[in-house]
């Protein structure tokens, strides 16, 4: 599996979870405030849409084969960069969106930035 697969299956997920939640405001009986901000940040719409902004960063960032060479780069670091180690794919942008899912079972320690 590459990282490009596995984000691809833990953004999924992700949406799967979303869309079964009820969307709408939801309310904390007895909060100090922080609860209800952190769970305005879990809000259904709201993971929706960083599944999305996700998904279009590593759309962004995908991987093609530069030449006789084999090497893969990214497609958003790698052109005229081939001498970048940060170009090689996974790039460092997409590593790092790899990281929220390392405790995932699936998430290989080589794709850490």
């Known amino acids: 599996m ?5 984000l691809a299956e833990r953004l999924g997920e992700d949406e ?18 922080l609860l ?4 305005t940040r879990l809000d259904p719409s709201r993971v929706l849409a960083e599944v999305e902004a996700k998904r279009r ?4 960032h995908e991987p093609f084969i530069i030449g006789d060479l084999g090497e893969t780069l990214c497609y958003r670091c790698g052109h ?3 001498s970048d180690p940060g170009a090689r794919w996974p790039c460092l942008t997409v ?6 899912y ?5 998430y290989e320690e ?4």
């Open 2 to 6: 590459t990282l490009f697969e596995f």
């Open 95 to 100: 590593a790092a969106l790899g990281t929220v």
């Open 57 to 60: 960063i590593v759309e962004l």
């Open 16 to 33: 799967i979870s979303a869309r079964e939640v009820p969307s709408g405001r939801w309310s904390v009986v007895a909060d100090d405030g």
């Open 36 to 39: 209800t901000d952190y769970l």
């Open 110 to 113: 080589s794709w850490r930035p």
């Open 102 to 106: 390392a405790d995932h079972p699936d």
């Open 80 to 82: 005229g960069n081939e």
